[in-house]
């Protein structure tokens, strides 16, 4: 935010859903990262995806997670793939919805789509799964 303006309900709403589904840890990473270059895009993802998108009560945490994997899934953007795949922990998305979702990327946005995702998510489960080991 410019350091004339006020902090709006939206921005607050959408801090507080951010670190919902994300987690601390990474809001924190993020807003520690952050540089007057990238921080008016900082606030505008705050505001407009987890504000006014991710904060809109017709969908639950669950429902976003699965849509929002499947569409980045399709579009190839892994990082943000493995990021929401890491999101599950939190917003209830189970492994399983995440096959099925990438099962639609195949058939509606092609196989080699799916295959990246599917490798994207196949790594984030790895280390998901040794962090619960040790």
Do not use: C
């Not at 801090?15 to 990473?29: F, N, P, S, Y």
């Not at 429902?63 to 795949?85: F, K, N, P, Y």
């Not at 890491?86 to 099962?103: M, Q, S």
């Amino acid at each position: 935010m410019a350091a004339n303006e006020t902090v709006s309900e939206r921005h607050l709403l959408g801090i507080e859903t951010r670190r919902k589904v994300l987690g601390d840890a990474h809001v924190d990473r993020a807003e520690m990262a952050s540089t007057d270059f990238d921080r008016p895009f900082q606030d505008l993802i705050t505001e407009a995806a987890w504000g006014a998108v991710w904060s809109r009560p017709n969908w639950t945490k669950r429902e976003r997670s699965i849509v929002t994997i499947a569409l980045l899934a399709a579009l190839g953007h892994d990082e943000e793939v493995a990021m929401h795949v890491r999101a599950t922990v939190n917003t209830g998305a189970t492994r399983e919805d995440i096959t099925e979702a990438l099962l639609h990327v195949a058939i509606y946005a092609g196989v080699p789509a799916a295959n990246r995702a599917i490798r994207t998510a196949k790594q984030v489960f790895d280390a998901l799964d040794a962090k619960e080991v040790a």
